[in-house]
C-alpha cells in the first residue's frame, strides 16, 4: 500500500478543468513540501511543480499547485489533449527517511 | 544539456550491474542526483540520492544493503551500484539532477532487467 494515495484516473473534455489529489499524512505530506510531475506516453518524466506551488520556468500556467494538511492538489485549467499523460506526486517523509512518489494519475482528455 | 544514464542490460539473479549518471553542458556537482525506477507500465519508485559533496546518501528500504550509490564530480558523474540483484529490480532506472527544485533535468533511462 502507498504511503502518498492518489485516484487511479481522472477525465475532462477539451478546455475544463481538472484536479489531481494526492493524500498522505504528517511524515511526508504535512511536513514536507511536495512536487508534481507528467510523465507523457514513452517518455521521461518532467517536472510540473515544486515547493508545493511552484511553477519551473517554462511550465504553462494551466498548471498549478496547492497543499492543505496532509493533502496536495494538481489543477490543470484548459485542458489540453496534449495533457494526456500519468501524474505523480512526491513528498520525502520523515519516519522513512527516504522519498516517496504516489502511484500516478491517468488523465484522458475525452 | 542533458543527463545520460548507462550500463543497464540483462543480468541474472544474484548478479551485480553498474549505473552510470553522467551530465553533458552543465556541472552536475552543484545538484542532489536522485534514482528513481519505473517497472514498465507500471509507476515511478524513488530508489535513492546523493548530495553534492557524495556526504549525505539516502535509499528506499527494497534496496538498501545492495545498493550503493556514489559520485565522481571529476567525471560529472553519479553510479548506482546494484549487487545481488533480485527479479523485482528489473525496471528502467532514470536519473535526476535536482529531482523537485527549478532546474529540475531527467535523463531518458536505461532498462534493467534480472532474468536467468
Known amino acids: 500500500q502507498s504511503v502518498l494515495t492518489q485516484p487511479p484516473s481522472a477525465s475532462g473534455t477539451p478546455g475544463q478543468r481538472v484536479t489531481v489529489s494526492c493524500f498522505g499524512s504528517s511524515p511526508n505530506i504535512g511536513k514536507n513540501p511536495v512536487s508534481w510531475y507528467q510523465q507523457l506516453p514513452g517518455m521521461a518524466p518532467q517536472l510540473l511543480i515544486y515547493?508545493?506551488?511552484q511553477r519551473p520556468s517554462g511550465v504553462p500556467d494551466r498548471f498549478s499547485g496547492s497543499k492543505s494538511g496532509t493533502s496536495a492538489s494538481l489543477a490543470i485549467s484548459a485542458l489540453q489533449s496534449g495533457d494526456e499523460a500519468d501524474y505523480y506526486c512526491l513528498a520525502w517523509d520523515n519516519s522513512l527517511d527516504f522519498c516517496v512518489f504516489g502511484p500516478g494519475t491517468k488523465v484522458t482528455v475525452l | 544539456v542533458q543527463l545520460v544514464e548507462s550500463g543497464g542490460g540483462l543480468v541474472q539473479p544474484g548478479g551485480s550491474l553498474r549505473l552510470s549518471c553522467t551530465a553533458s553542458?552543465?556541472?552536475?556537482?552543484?545538484?542532489?542526483v536522485t534514482w528513481v525506477r519505473q517497472v514498465p507500465g507500471m509507476g515511478l519508485q524513488w530508489v535513492a540520492n546523493?548530495?553534492?559533496?557524495?556526504?549525505?546518501?539516502y535509499y528506499v528500504d527494497s534496496v538498501r544493503g545492495r545498493f550503493t550509490i556514489s559520485r565522481d564530480n571529476t567525471q560529472n558523474s553519479v553510479f548506482l551500484q546494484m549487487n545481488s540483484l533480485r527479479a523485482e529490480d528489473t525496471a528502467l532506472y532514470y536519473c535526476s539532477s535536482a529531482i523537485a527544485a527549478a532546474d529540475s533535468l531527467w535523463g531518458q533511462g536505461t532498462l534493467v532487467t534480472v532474468a536467468s
Open positions: 553542458l552543465f556541472n552536475l556537482n552543484n545538484y542532489w
Open positions: 515547493n508545493d506551488d
Open positions: 546523493i548530495n553534492q559533496d557524495g556526504s549525505k546518501k
